[in-house]
């Protein structure tokens, strides 16, 4: 093959992976991806009715992911974005009566439902906290744990987010997240236009915020999500 064939050869590739770019950058938040939890006509019910359900992932893994957050008794565990309150009992149990559950959710319909499951099922150690996109409005060191649990691609302003996260961890305290893996040519397209960024982008985002990487965790039920661990110094 001559020179001039295998310049142009070069040059055409080149060419290609300029077009091309980087593969797949992480891209912005799904546009109103949180308009339906500041409705003020929400229906928790209904909510219920699709986050407390086998088909749900981070349902049928529920024992298995409250397992790895390592919880002891006096712990103070922030569940952010909680919505509907999945794992707010099992977290009250662990922590016990000298521990303490905040359940951090930016919808106002949301959060006065939880405050009526706190009353009726007496878990006298969950708090509620109305946050906002951009605080948990946590107190600084006010929490041992962080649980962000299929939230984090909500978060619309998550820079600041994480940073309020970092501020409301004691050191040495922990964050752990679970959320979808965005991984093109393999996830189906509800989930490529609703999660702005995959497991690696999140983890750099997170790492970038000042917090360590300690692990991921492998969920035996898990197909589409993941469970990362990491620990403010």
Known sequence: MGLAILLTMAVADDARSQVAGPPDPPSATAEGINRDFLDPTLDPDAWVAKFEI???EVFTARKAIIAALRLEPGDRIADIGSGTGLYLQPFSERVGPDGRVYAVDISPRLVEFIERRVREERLGNVATVLSTADSTRLAPGSVTHAFVCDAYHHFVEYPAMLASI???LRPGGQLVVVDFDRVPGKSREWL????RAGKDAVR?????AGFEFVEEVEVEQFNENYLLRFRRP
């Not at 490529?192 to 999660?195: A, F, K, R």
């Not at 750099?204 to 970038?208: C, F, K, S, T």
């Open 54 to 56: 086998e088909s749900r």
């Open 192 to 195: 490529l236009t609703h999660v």
């Open 166 to 168: 970092h501020e409301a």
């Open 204 to 208: 750099g985002e997170i790492e970038d």
